[in-house]
Each structure stands twice: as C-alpha cells, then as structure tokens.
C-alpha cells in the first residue's frame, strides 16, 4: 500500500509544509519506502518530480522542498510496493494527455484484476496494477468523448468507470487536469479545507509549525487531501468507502458520500449509497 | 530558433560536463532564455526537468547540475520562442507513451503550418509547432502500427513522416524511446563519439576541460550530438541536410546522409539523396 497527497486551491499555493510531513512517512514515521513523486500544475504544464529512492532521504525530494513552487494544483505519492518492481516507471504520480490535457493520476490501493487491455491505444509503460488502472480510464474516456466533454460528463463517466475497477480490490486515488481535483475513497482519504480566518497548524510527522495567517489573504482556499491526517490541531473529514469528491478552487463542488453502514429499522447494520450533489 | 543537445550511449553516463556548456547558451553566451528542459531515461522510465526560466540562471537546471544522474539516454532543449508563449506546457522535451513506451522528442526549427489534426487522438497540449509535429509522428505510428514494430519499420515510418513534415519548414531532432536516439537534421546538427583512448576535452562556453580518461572504462561508447560543437579540440561531425542518424548504445547503426550539393557532369550545382545504410 502507498499514501497519498492532494491539493487544490484557489490561489497559487506552496505544499511544502503538507509535503515536509508527508514524507516523513516515506521512510521515517512509516515504511512507504519504494519510491515517492510529485505533481505541481503549472497551467496546462505539470513539473514533475519522481525517485526511486525514499521521499525522506531522496535528493530530488530535497529539491522540490527547495524551490517552494507554488501551484494550484499538486498530486504526491510515496509507495510501498504490491505489485510491479521498485523502479522509475513504477513510481506515481502517472501522467497521461487527455483532449489536449495533462491527467495526473496517483493511486493508494490493490486491484488484483483488470479488464483485458491488450488492444488499447493507452498502454502502461510499466508494471503496476496503478498505471493500468489510469490507462484504462484514458482509454475509456477517450472512446466514449472524442472531444472534451462537460465536467459533469467527466465526473459521471468516471464514477461508473471506477465502479467497475473497484471490484477488483482497493482503489483510493486522485485525479486532476489541472482545472479541478478528483478524489476517490475505497479506504482511507481525509481532506480539510482551510480558509479565512487562518491560524496555526501543527504537523502529526515532526510537531513542525506554521501559522498560515503569515501566507494567506482573504478570499484564500485550500484544500488538502491525504491518505491519513497530517496536522494534529485541525478538523479532517474521513471520507466514506465508495465517496467521490470533486474539488475546484478549493472548493468542494460535489460529492458522492458513498456506502456507509447504517442501523437498518429492523436493528441490523446494512449498506445504504448516499448522493449528494 | 533552440538548441538541441541528446546523448546515446552503451553505460549509464553522467552528461552534466556537456550540460553545463551548453545551458551557458541559455543567456549567456547565447539568447536561447525561453525555458529548457531535461529528459534523463533510466530503464523504461524518465526524469525530466524543465523550467520556463533561463537555463543558465534556473534553478531546477542547478538540481539538474547537482545530483548527476546517469543515463544511457538524454534529450535536452533550450528554447528561443517562434511559435507559442514562453510557459511551462511549451517547454521542450515533450513526452508521450507510444506501445507502452516513453517517448522524448525536442525540436530546433519552425514548421510554419502542420496537417489537420482535429480529430487525432495524440492532442498537444501547449501550442508549440514542436508539440504538434510530434504528436502528429506519435498518432501516425500508432495508426499504422497497433503493436510495436521492428526498429527497421520503426526509422523507416520516421523518416517517411519526417519528409512530409519537413516541407512545412525547418525541422532538427531528436527522439528517443530509451533504446535508441534518432537525430534528424535540416539545418543544423553535430555528433561525435567518445571512447577510447578518451583523452581531454575542453568546452567552448567557458574553456571547462574534463579527462574522460579519469571518469570512462574500455569499452565505454558516449555519442553526444547538438546543435552546435560544444568543445574545442575533438572532431564533431556535421550533418547533412535531411540527414537521418539512428544511434544505439552509443553506436551509429544507420544513416541516412541527406542532400548535398554536388557537382553534376554539366558543371551545375544539382541535389543528389545519398543513402548509407
């Protein structure tokens, strides 16, 4: 298994402070060892930085910690290898063109089967289940919109798409074009939304500090999205088995809550889906 | 106009002694100062750096610099806008996944229009001319072949494309799916291979001199191929227009020698197409 690290605002943010302790877990405060990546949208351009080595003690990770660039869109990963080989083109984040986009993919999860793909035009390049997955979701939305259809469109034709992949294992994952921030829970995702009036935060990983009404103005939005807490003192949303969430300018603009155990009117525990829009 | 630099060679090899002449072109000793960019392939995987900063001042080219990442093939770009603004999505190298591959591709020249594109599946994402040729190469190779050819129908499709494109203008570079290297050159583009007995080396840009003796083994082969010489006392080789060369491990293994003036049997200045296989 891996973790993962979104984020999606309104206004060009630094996420060193969020990544600093993320990747820690790469090796110091957990084992997601085998390689780390990370996204930063730039416009229609992503920067992206992967290594093969820990996101703890990785030079390159150093490097992105360094530059402090700032973003409104950014998509990281540190793996702990199930399947596929601990090298550079088994390390997330996956980035495909999509209608003259570039898609940035990262997934946390197992699926132990996928559809037969052998005649797709999108073919992974290396040897995860992860890559195949996010193919897969490029071949499909390829096909059935030869052009870029609505948001909506997107967002509908992807929840199906990951309902079919689900059943094959584990799938919490991210998604993001650039222009918005999708997040799909199997497990574990927790997400805070943080806005005016900004205050401290202290980070789970190393007890580091920041105040963010040192950085940020009014009218500020962002959004984090991460596998498991990262700060210690601020309110996480855990997302439901089977939640959607679809993130722009670090908003939240709609949600599939997913399946939640609820108490059945006969006292049993039963699988309600809840919609939201 | 841009500069071309790419590297093929038989052992992983650290190309930064070439790096650092040739991003001194990137706003020093040149004006190329509208971005660069790195494409560094390990196994079937690639790290690329870019930055729509100058070369010689940015500092993702000073990580580059810095961690010396060895590589059997590298693609490097450093741009001097015609075509598309000075911003991330137009900063060379491009990559696209073709039959489950990486592939690089940059660009030295201008293609004053392109075929229709509207309904191909390989979309560019900025709006370089660079980006669309190759995206026009990538969907035309992935039309004619579903699966991945051999390397012979592989330089013969390029360079069938290659000709079409090449009536639109000015059309230097270089492509590489992590095995081999192919250079194309319509105006300008030098080679030469390094092996033994290596010797010294001394760079045009700023007389930095390096013995490859000190760092190469027996055996060793480095092609370096670009724009322009990038040292003063070794023997590069010049290009021919149209010239076609597909290196791998560090070895010319074909070549097409292009058009040169020759002198006809009537005493007049005609084009004749040498082919060498």
Tied chains: 1, 2.
């Excluded at 093969?52 to 540190?78: E, M, T, W």
């Amino acid at each position: 298994m891996c973790q993962l690290l979104g984020m999606n605002c309104n206004t060009p943010t630094d996420i060193v402070f969020s990544f600093e302790g993320f990747r820690r877990r790469a090796g110091l405060t957990d084992s997601h060892s085998d390689g780390f990546g990370i996204a930063f949208f730039e416009g229609k351009g992503v920067r992206v930085f992967r290594d093969d080595k820990p996101g703890h003690n990785s030079p390159i990770a150093d490097c992105v910690k360094q530059y402090h660039i700032k973003s409104l869109n950014v998509i990281a990963h540190i793996r702990k290898a199930t399947q596929g080989e601990v090298n550079l083109e088994n390390t997330h984040p996956f980035i495909r063109e999509i209608w003259g986009e570039n898609w940035v993919f990262a997934h946390n999860g197992n699926l132990k089967t996928l559809p037969d793909m052998s005649d797709s035009l999108c073919q992974p390049i290396g040897t995860t289940d992860s890559e195949a997955a996010f193919c897969y979701i490029a071949e499909q939305l390829k096909n059935r919109y030869r052009k870029k259809p609505t948001e909506e469109q997107i967002f509908d034709t992807i929840r199906e798409i990951t309902a079919e992949l689900s059943q094959y294992g584990t799938f919490n994952f991210m998604l993001s074009n650039g222009e918005w921030l999708l997040a799909h829970c199997s497990t574990n995702l927790h997400y805070l939304t943080r806005q005016a009036p900004f205050g401290k935060a202290q980070r789970i990983d190393d007890d580091g500090v920041i105040d963010f009404s040192d950085y940020a103005k009014d009218g500020d939005k962002v959004t984090i999205i991460s596998t498991f807490p990262l700060t210690k003192n601020e309110k996480w949303i855990k997302m439901e088995h089977g939640g959607f969430v679809f993130f722009k300018e670090g908003e939240k603009i709609r949600e599939i809550l997913g399946e939640a155990k609820v108490m059945e009117d006969d006292g049993t525990l039963g699988n309600r889906t809840y919609v939201a829009a």
